[in-house]
């Protein structure tokens, strides 16, 4: 039994990043000796197990054949004669398809430290377009290393995977979970880019296509100011129509964060950059409205996505806050006990709007 570390482990090591996570491979071993060995299974569709002590993934060397369209479409075959090189053939880029043996030798049979060399994206077989995660993880490697370019027989393996149809296969958890993570990444624009390249955004992200370059210049300037991905999100749908978020929401099956903040900042990034001065009144409202006093995130966030629209001084938002931290101050303590809910609630608006008022006068 031989254990190889592989993938992106080998892959941001050599780009000297930091190594997020450890995966393995084992060859010439069966699930009854791994299991032996105190390895926990985890693998739904093939032989994964955790490492005992570590919890890292030690996975069989396996071949894959696909026999039906879709996610699922996928016949694994992991026995102890499966090699190294046979495992590292089924996998999506020459840079993710590279091992390392227990003494640090480099395994490299797609010369794939050559393509991280001339920054490089570039698919290890024809194989490629069985799965189209493959185009996703792909978009979002570009976003991961916005100074590496596509192979062109990749692009052109893409852009046919996307004719054929093979991106409507594509189950939204995955879609989601690619889009997120490229969220996080150094360029995020270079997922929607890519995406945008090969055909595949209109399927995927029809209202985003729309009106691509305003999607992604608001984008662009959210990760100048935010590392945070629901804030980077809610600037790239900003230009979205309510019932077209919605509906972007419904088909991604988006987190309740993600959905939350970027309705939020459709409906009230107006409210803010409105140069008109505002009632002490209209303020209140629009702090009652967006929860604040039960939820305070809630405005610290959606300031966060107004800061990305450029046009907003410094001090509106520091104003903002400052309005809220007054009246927040005031709460349930400040109303006699002896009234009724709807007295107290009235009352307590009553004193807030005086706040207010004293603030901006
Ligand atoms: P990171 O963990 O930094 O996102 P990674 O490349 O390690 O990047 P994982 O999802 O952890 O990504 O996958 C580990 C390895 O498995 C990859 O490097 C790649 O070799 C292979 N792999 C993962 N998903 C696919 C896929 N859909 N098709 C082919 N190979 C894949
Ligand atoms: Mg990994």
Same mark, same amino acid.
């Given at each position: 039994?031989?254990?190889?570390?592989? @993938?992106? %482990?080998?892959?941001?090591?050599?780009?000297?990043?930091?190594? !997020?996570?450890?995966?393995?491979?084992?060859?010439?071993?069966?699930?009854?000796?791994?299991?032996?060995? @105190? +390895?926990?299974?985890?693998?739904?569709?093939?032989?994964?197990?955790?490492?005992?002590?570590?919890? =890292?993934?030690?996975?069989?060397?396996?071949?894959?054949?696909?026999? #039906?369209?879709?996610?699922?479409?996928?016949?694994?075959? /992991?026995?102890?004669?499966?090699?190294? =090189?046979?495992?590292? *053939?089924?996998?999506?880029?020459?840079?993710? /398809?590279? #091992?390392?043996?227990? &003494?640090?030798?480099?395994?490299?049979?797609?010369?794939?430290?050559?393509?991280?060399?001339?920054?490089?994206?570039?698919?290890?077989? /024809?194989?490629?377009?069985?799965?189209?995660?493959?185009?996703?993880?792909? *978009?979002?490697? *570009?976003?991961?290393?916005?100074?590496?370019?596509?192979?062109?027989?990749?692009?052109?393996?893409?852009?046919?995977?996307?004719?054929?149809?093979?991106?409507? %296969?594509?189950?939204?958890?995955?879609?989601?979970?690619?889009?997120?993570?490229?969220?996080?990444?150094?360029?995020? $624009?270079? +997922?929607? =880019?890519?995406?945008?390249?090969?055909?595949?955004?209109?399927?995927?992200?029809?209202?985003?296509?729309?009106?691509?370059?305003? *999607?992604?210049?608001?984008? $662009? $300037?959210?990760?100048?100011?935010?590392?945070?991905?629901?804030?980077?999100?809610?600037?790239?749908?900003?230009?979205?129509?309510?019932? =077209?978020?919605?509906?972007?929401?419904?088909?991604?099956?988006?987190?309740?964060?993600?959905?939350?903040?970027?309705?939020?900042?459709?409906?009230?990034? @107006?409210?803010?950059?409105?140069?008109?001065?505002?009632?002490?009144?209209?303020?209140?409202?629009?702090?009652?409205?967006?929860?604040?006093?039960?939820?305070?995130?809630?405005?610290? &966030?959606?300031?966060?996505?107004?800061?990305?629209?450029?046009?907003?001084?410094?001090?509106?938002?520091?104003?903002?806050? !400052?309005?809220?931290?007054?009246?927040?101050?005031? $709460?349930?303590?400040?109303?006699?006990?002896?009234?009724?809910?709807?007295?107290?609630?009235?009352?307590?608006?009553?004193? !807030?709007?005086?706040?207010?008022?004293?603030?901006?006068?």
């Amino acid at each position: 039994m031989k254990i190889y570390l592989v @993938g992106g %482990a080998i892959r941001d090591k050599l780009l000297g990043l930091k190594v !997020r996570e450890r995966d393995f491979v084992v060859v010439g071993a069966t699930v009854d000796e791994m299991l032996r060995l @105190g +390895f926990k299974a985890v693998g739904k569709d093939f032989p994964v197990f955790l490492h005992p002590e570590t919890y =890292e993934e030690y996975a069989l060397a396996r071949t894959e054949r696909k026999v #039906a369209a879709g996610y699922h479409g996928f016949v694994f075959h /992991a026995e102890p004669s499966v090699t190294l =090189e046979q495992d590292l *053939a089924r996998r999506d880029l020459t840079i993710n /398809a590279m #091992a390392q043996d227990e &003494d640090g030798n480099l395994i490299d049979p797609f010369n794939g430290k050559n393509d991280l060399d001339r920054k490089c994206l570039k698919h290890v077989s /024809a194989a490629f377009r069985e799965d189209p995660v493959r185009i996703l993880r792909l *978009a979002r490697f *570009a976003a991961f290393l916005p100074e590496f370019t596509i192979d062109e027989s990749t692009f052109i393996l893409m852009q046919e995977m996307v004719k054929a149809g093979e991106v409507d %296969a594509l189950v939204p958890e995955r879609v989601w979970q690619e889009t997120k993570r490229a969220l996080e990444c150094a360029k995020p $624009n270079r +997922f929607f =880019e890519v995406l945008k390249e090969c055909g595949a955004l209109s399927i995927l992200f029809p209202s985003i296509e729309k009106r691509f370059n305003l *999607a992604i210049k608001l984008l $662009n $300037n959210a990760v100048k100011k935010s590392k945070d991905p629901r804030v980077r999100f809610a600037a790239l749908l900003n230009n979205l129509s309510i019932s =077209e978020i919605k509906g972007f929401a419904k088909k991604l099956n988006i987190p309740r964060e993600y959905l939350d903040l970027a309705l939020l900042s459709s409906t009230y990034c @107006g409210f803010i950059f409105d140069e008109n001065s505002r009632s002490a009144e209209e303020i209140l409202c629009f702090f009652e409205k967006i929860d604040a006093f039960r939820r305070p995130k809630r405005l610290n &966030d959606l300031l966060s996505v107004c800061v990305v629209f450029n046009k907003l001084p410094k001090e509106k938002i520091q104003n903002y806050k !400052r309005l809220f931290e007054v009246v927040s101050n005031i $709460n349930g303590k400040d109303v006699s006990r002896t009234k009724s809910g709807v007295e107290i609630k009235n009352e307590l608006h009553r004193l !807030r709007r005086i706040a207010i008022e004293a603030k901006l006068f």
